[in-house]
């Protein structure tokens, strides 16, 4: 009697596991669509104007930089291990992106003074903008909202010389971001 109970058991578990099958799928697919879809919504758009204070206490807007490229790159918090990767990774291809005509701006929902203590760690040359209202990070639709905190999503943004978003990134590798950028910048950049 054990066995038959066991069996009808494995057999009511393995149908459950069977029907939930399509069901994952269809969760990873609409997650995939929603990524695509994001990405869509923002390309060929006009970027959102803002106006933001970088480490140094200096104000930035988009306006500011009409007439450049404009790589807009949101981080989730100062000081994590993905997050100074990434900025270091930024870091190192700088040269290669201000001889581009572009600028690179880090932005995160830290303030003015947790960014100064994480640019000087780590020596950045370029601007990371304190977001701490979640201003921006709201207007592009990337607030992650972790119960007691809020962060921004790693996504960022190439904007051309006139405002216009060209490409958005919903999905980042922190080691090959800055590199697949300038990569892309330079691809648009000869056409």
């Given at each position: 009697m054990m066995n038959t109970i066991k069996s009808k058991v494995l057999v009511l578990c393995s149908s459950l596991f069977l029907l939930s099958a399509p069901t994952l799928s269809s969760a990873q697919t609409t997650l995939f669509s929603k990524q695509d879809t994001a990405q869509k919504e923002w390309v060929g758009q006009s970027a959102p104007d803002f106006k933001l204070q970088d480490q140094t206490g200096k104000w930035h807007t988009l306006n500011q930089y009409k007439g450049k490229w404009v790589v807009l790159y949101f981080y989730p918090k100062?000081?994590?291990?993905?997050?100074?990767?990434?900025?270091?990774?930024?870091?190192?291809?700088?040269?290669?992106?201000?001889?581009?005509?572009?600028?690179?701006?880090?932005?995160?929902?830290?303030?003015?003074?947790?960014?100064?203590?994480?640019?000087?760690?780590?020596?950045?040359?370029?601007?990371?903008?304190?977001?701490?209202?979640?201003?921006?990070?709201?207007?592009?639709?990337?607030?992650?909202?972790?119960?007691?905190?809020?962060?921004?999503?790693?996504?960022?943004?190439?904007?051309?010389?006139?405002?216009?978003?060209?490409?958005?990134?919903t999905s980042v590798n922190t080691q090959t971001h800055a590199d697949q950028v300038l990569k892309d910048l330079k691809t648009l950049q000869s056409k």
């Open positions: 100062d000081n994590t291990a993905g997050c100074t990767q990434e900025a270091n990774q930024f870091k190192s291809l700088y040269p290669q992106f201000t001889k581009s005509n572009a600028v690179v701006l880090g932005v995160s929902l830290d303030d003015v003074a947790s960014h100064q203590k994480f640019s000087e760690k780590l020596g950045l040359p370029f601007p990371i903008l304190a977001d701490d209202q979640g201003e921006l990070a709201t207007k592009f639709g990337i607030v992650r909202n972790l119960g007691i905190t809020k962060i921004a999503k790693r996504e960022s943004f190439l904007i051309n010389p006139q405002g216009a978003v060209m490409y958005h990134y």
